[in-house]
């Protein structure tokens, strides 16, 4: 399969779409709308999801796993939510098969081993795990209730793309329960916050914090607060959400606690997820026409070294010089690969690494080894450096970090660049259509002025930020009286 690239400009979508397959992040699979997640971009995930599970268990969270299956009444326990979800759920309605006795080899549904009730395969989990919080909540003594479960859940959508959105797809989801409304306000915002945190710091992705609209809220929720990202060709993502539910799922599930003074009240409730669309937003903020760019903090290897040689003497010689090099980088904990493959040369190696987005790649060659120096390239620059080898554990040590505050401020720049005020509707539908990013408009608060816009423009409102400055003005759209201006923008 050919490595070159569909450029950016010529055709965001295809490139995505080749990056992800070529740089073997990920593949279609024989399951229509799911994907096979390959070692390579499986490497990625796992080195978010530690970081994200040390960051929950941190701020007093604990791993649990509840069922995949939800019986159909359970599900219909919290109206809302079920409504919302309704359309997007995949129902298990038998259990067994048998032979097609006028089809030899063949299947059929045994219509004798029909389901009692018809289960659910989780689009979320709030019923699941909300009907086993009845059991495990009597007391104030027993709150709060913190666990996040490690999953997978189904939501049969009808246009996919490999991890931004597919029919079935990795995901945390937090569930708490608390005492008071206050106590769950504060978890909800504090986990957009550790949202914000690990995309800022890990991902390199500056994010806009924000409420959701009441149109764009979690099915269930009195509250939805999230992050928003950009990406290079001007689309918003939603990189992640929190959901304070208020007592909503309590009292759908009668789950109760027995106060200090011994009166029975509902819980109060949140849920946050984030999931593998993560992936995708790695992938389309920081990658180029020649591949991937992965920060530093998530690449699976950090540093690749590629020797360069003609006779199995030389390669000796480099193999010897290389092998303190790599014990030198595993000492200080920095992932490193040694690619002393014979079967390939050294061009295919540069732009396979190229492609796979690694950060640093270290050149050696017999030259090298003469005048006691290493050939350094950095992937996102495409710069080299020639560095002495006395000092290449600082500099490749002190190169990773420098990579990858660049790497998120390069994305600050893009996106302030693209964070447009508008004041007129003519305006809003000008910067939209050939400057893209994020429109910061006067909306009048109304759900009818929110979906003529959507209609019109195929824009949304992403959030209403949450450090926005309170300033009378005018409906972009109604001419109406507005408090402040939200965010808008077409979306993944």
């Given at each position: 399969?050919?490595?070159?690239?569909?450029?950016?400009?010529?055709?965001?979508?295809?490139?995505?779409?080749?990056?992800?397959?070529?740089?073997?992040?990920?593949?279609?699979?024989?399951?229509?709308?799911?994907?096979?997640?390959k070692p390579y971009g499986y490497?990625?995930?796992?080195?978010?999801?530690?970081?994200?599970?040390?960051?929950?268990?941190?701020?007093?969270?604990?791993?649990?796993?509840?069922?995949?299956?939800?019986?159909?009444?359970?599900?219909?326990?919290?109206?809302?939510?079920?409504?919302?979800?309704?359309?997007?759920?995949?129902?298990?309605?038998?259990?067994?098969?048998?032979?097609?006795?006028?089809?030899?080899?063949?299947?059929?549904?045994?219509?004798?081993?029909?389901?009692?009730?018809?289960?659910?395969?989780?689009?979320?989990?709030?019923?699941?795990?909300?009907?086993?919080?009845?059991?495990?909540?009597?007391?104030?003594?027993?709150?709060?209730?913190?666990?996040?479960?490690?999953?997978?859940?189904?939501?049969?959508?009808?246009?996919?793309?490999?991890?931004?959105?597919?029919?079935?797809?990795?995901?945390?989801?937090?569930?708490?329960?608390?005492?008071?409304?206050?106590?769950?306000?504060?978890?909800?915002?504090?986990?957009?916050?550790?949202?914000?945190?690990?995309?800022?710091?890990?991902?390199?992705?500056?994010?806009?914090?924000?409420?959701?609209?009441?149109?764009?809220?979690?099915?269930?929720?009195?509250?939805?607060?999230?992050?928003?990202?950009?990406?290079?060709?001007?689309?918003?993502?939603?990189?992640?959400?929190?959901?304070?539910?208020?007592?909503?799922?309590?009292?759908?599930?009668?789950?109760?606690?027995?106060?200090?003074?011994?009166?029975?009240?509902?819980?109060?409730?949140?849920?946050?997820?984030?999931?593998?669309?993560?992936?995708?937003?790695?992938?389309?903020?920081?990658?180029?026409?020649?591949?991937?760019?992965?920060?530093?903090?998530?690449?699976?290897?950090?540093?690749?070294?590629?020797?360069?040689?003609?006779?199995?003497?030389?390669?000796?010689?480099?193999?010897?010089v290389v092998q303190g090099l790599?014990?030198?980088?595993?000492?200080?904990?920095?992932?490193?690969?040694?690619?002393?493959?014979?079967?390939?040369?050294?061009?295919?190696?540069?732009?396979?690494?190229?492609?796979?987005?690694?950060?640093?790649?270290?050149?050696?060659?017999?030259?090298?080894?003469?005048?006691?120096?290493?050939?350094?390239?950095?992937?996102?620059?495409?710069?080299?450096?020639?560095?002495?080898?006395?000092?290449?554990?600082?500099?490749?040590?002190?190169?990773?970090?420098?990579?990858?505050?660049?790497?998120?401020?390069?994305?600050?720049?893009?996106?302030?660049?693209?964070?447009?005020?508008?004041?007129?509707?003519?305006?809003?539908?000008?910067?939209?259509?050939?400057?893209?990013?994020?429109?910061?408009?006067?909306?009048?608060?109304?759900?009818?002025?929110?979906?003529?816009?959507?209609?019109?423009?195929?824009?949304?409102?992403?959030?209403?930020?949450?450090?926005?400055?309170?300033?009378?003005?005018?409906?972009?759209?109604?001419?109406?009286?507005?408090?402040?201006?939200?965010?808008?923008?077409?979306?993944?």
């Open positions: 399969m050919s490595k070159t690239l569909t450029k950016r400009n010529e055709d965001y979508s295809k490139w995505y779409n080749e990056l992800v397959v070529k740089a073997d992040l990920a593949e279609n699979s024989g399951v229509r709308g799911c994907m096979v997640i490497a990625i995930w796992e080195k978010m999801q530690a970081e994200l599970d040390r960051m929950f268990k941190e701020t007093g969270h604990s791993n649990a796993y509840f069922p995949l299956f939800v019986p159909k009444s359970m599900f219909e326990a919290e109206e809302k939510n079920a409504e919302g979800f309704a359309k997007e759920c995949a129902i298990v309605t038998h259990y067994r098969l048998k032979n097609d006795p006028e089809n030899k080899g063949k299947l059929i549904v045994d219509p004798n081993a029909k389901l009692e009730e018809e289960l659910i395969v989780r689009p979320t989990s709030e019923a699941i795990i909300w009907s086993t919080y009845k059991g495990w909540v009597q007391s104030y003594r027993d709150l709060p209730l913190l666990i996040n479960q490690w999953a997978n859940v189904v939501r049969w959508e009808m246009r996919t793309r490999l991890f931004l959105r597919t029919a079935e797809f990795l995901w945390q989801e937090g569930h708490t329960a608390h005492a008071t409304k206050a106590e769950a306000i504060e978890e909800s915002e504090k986990m957009m916050n550790v949202y914000a945190d690990f995309a800022q710091n890990f991902m390199a992705i500056p994010v806009i914090k924000g409420l959701k609209t009441e149109t764009e809220r979690f099915a269930g929720a009195e509250e939805t607060y999230c992050i928003e990202a950009l990406m290079q060709d001007g689309k918003a993502l939603q990189a992640g959400t929190s959901h304070f539910l208020g007592q909503n799922f309590a009292k759908a599930f009668d789950v109760k606690f027995a106060n200090q003074e011994g009166k029975q009240e509902h819980v109060w409730g949140t849920s946050w997820g984030v999931s593998t669309r993560l992936m995708g937003a790695l992938v389309m903020t920081h990658s180029d026409d020649n591949g991937l760019v992965l920060p530093p903090n998530l690449a699976p290897i950090q540093v690749v070294i590629v020797p360069i040689f003609k006779t199995d003497q030389e390669l000796e010689k480099i193999n010897d790599v014990a030198q980088f595993k000492k200080i904990r920095i992932s490193v690969k040694y690619d002393d493959r014979t079967t390939q040369k050294p061009g295919f190696k540069f732009a396979e690494w190229e492609l796979k987005g690694v950060p640093i790649r270290i050149a050696v060659g017999p030259k090298d080894i003469e005048n006691g120096t290493f050939e350094v390239a950095r992937r996102d620059t495409l710069t080299k450096e020639v560095v002495s080898n006395d000092g290449i554990i600082n500099y490749v040590d002190g190169l990773l970090v420098t990579i990858q505050k660049e790497l998120f401020q390069k994305a600050v720049d893009y996106r302030t660049e693209h964070i447009t005020e508008v004041n007129s509707f003519d305006e809003f539908k000008s910067v939209l259509e050939n400057k893209g990013g994020f429109i910061s408009a006067h909306w009048d608060g109304t759900a009818e002025t929110e979906d003529k816009i959507k209609d019109l423009t195929k824009a949304t409102i992403r959030c209403i930020p949450l450090d926005r400055i309170e300033k009378e003005g005018n409906c972009v759209f109604s001419g109406a009286k507005s408090t402040g201006r939200v965010l808008f923008a077409k979306a993944y």
